[in-house]
C-alpha cells in the first residue's frame, strides 16, 4: 500500500521538475559590452591583438549557467545598443557590412557593425589550431536565416535573435563544443567602443516545454494527492470496522 510519505515524496518531485524545466526555459541572462571582441574567446590574460585589445580588458562574455554541448539547439533575445567608436550606435542586428580577417584561431567573418556575434569553442586553445572559413552575413537574407550550425571556433551572426517573420531563430553547437563565447562586431579597437547589449540565452530542447502555468500544475497535482490520501484512510477505516 502506498504511503502518504511516498505520495508527498512524488508530489515534491514533481513540482521539483516542473519548476526546473521553467528556469531552463526560461534561459540565462548576461551582458555583452561592445568591448567584447570575439577573437579573444578562449585566450588566456595577456593575450593581445593589433591597436591595443586584449585580455581580459576586451574579452567576449563567456555564457554560464546552460549547458553547451554538440548538437545542442541555442536561442538568443538581444536587445540594446553598441558602438564601434563610442559615437555610431546601432542595436543588435548592427549597421552597415563590411569584413575582418581571422585572429587567435577564429575565424573572419561578413557581417554588419555593431552586430552581436557568438564564437562556440571546445575545451582547447582557439589559437593552436587554423581557423576555420569566414561566414558571409552580407544579405539581409543570409541574416534572417531560421536555423544556423557553425563550426567550431567560426565566428556567427546573433543580431536581436529573430529570423523572418519574427520567428525565433536557432543556432546548433557543433560537434566538441563545450563553451560560447559572446561579443561584437568590430574590424579593430574594441578598446573605444560604447554601449551593451542585454541578452538572454535559452535551451530549444533540453526539457519539455510546460504547457500550463507552474502554480496551476501544482495545485492539480495536489488535489489528486488529497483525493488518493482520502481513499486511502476510507479504505483503512473500513478494514478496521471489518474485524470489530
Known amino acids: 500500500m502506498t504511503s502518504s510519505r511516498t505520495v508527498g515524496r512524488v508530489i515534491v518531485t514533481v513540482g521539483v521538475f516542473m519548476i526546473s524545466a521553467a528556469i531552463v526555459n526560461a534561459g540565462v541572462l548576461v551582458s555583452v559590452s561592445g568591448t567584447a571582441s570575439p577573437y579573444l574567446a ?6 593581445s591583438l593589433p591597436f591595443g585589445d ?8 563567456l555564457v554560464s549557467g ?11 533575445d538581444a ?18 557590412v563590411f569584413s575582418r580577417l581571422s585572429a587567435n584561431g577564429i575565424s573572419g567573418y561578413t557581417v554588419t557593425a555593431n552586430a552581436l556575434l557568438g564564437v562556440f569553442l571546445g575545451s582547447a586553445r582557439p589559437d ?4 576555420p572559413n569566414s ?10 536565416y531560421q536555423t544556423l550550425a557553425p563550426e567550431l571556433r567560426q565566428v556567427f551572426f546573433i543580431g536581436d535573435g529573430l529570423g523572418a517573420s519574427g520567428v525565433r531563430q536557432t543556432v546548433i553547437a557543433p560537434a566538441g563544443a563545450s563553451r560560447l563565447f559572446l561579443g561584437t562586431a568590430d574590424g579593430s579597437e574594441w578598446n573605444n567602443n560604447g554601449g551593451s ?8 530542447s533540453a526539457v519539455p516545454e510546460v504547457s500550463a502555468p507552474i502554480p496551476i500544475l501544482l495545485f492539480c497535482a495536489c488535489i489528486l494527492s488529497v483525493g488518493f490520501l482520502r481513499r486511502q484512510r476510507a479504505h483503512r477505516v473500513a478494514a478496521v470496522a471489518s474485524t470489530i
Open 128 to 131: 593552436l589550431s587554423a581557423a
Open 197 to 204: 547589449f542585454a541578452v538572454t540565452v535559452s535551451s530549444a
Open 135 to 144: 561566414m558571409d552575413f552580407s544579405t539581409e537574407a543570409s541574416r534572417l
Open 79 to 96: 536587445t540594446g545598443s553598441v558602438s564601434y567608436n563610442n559615437v555610431s550606435f546601432s542595436g543588435p542586428d548592427g549597421s552597415f
Open 54 to 61: 586584449s585580455a581580459p580588458g576586451q574579452s567576449p562574455v
Open 42 to 47: 578562449g585566450m588566456p590574460n595577456g593575450s
Open 66 to 76: 546552460i549547458s553547451i554541448f554538440g548538437g545542442a539547439q541555442l536561442q538568443f
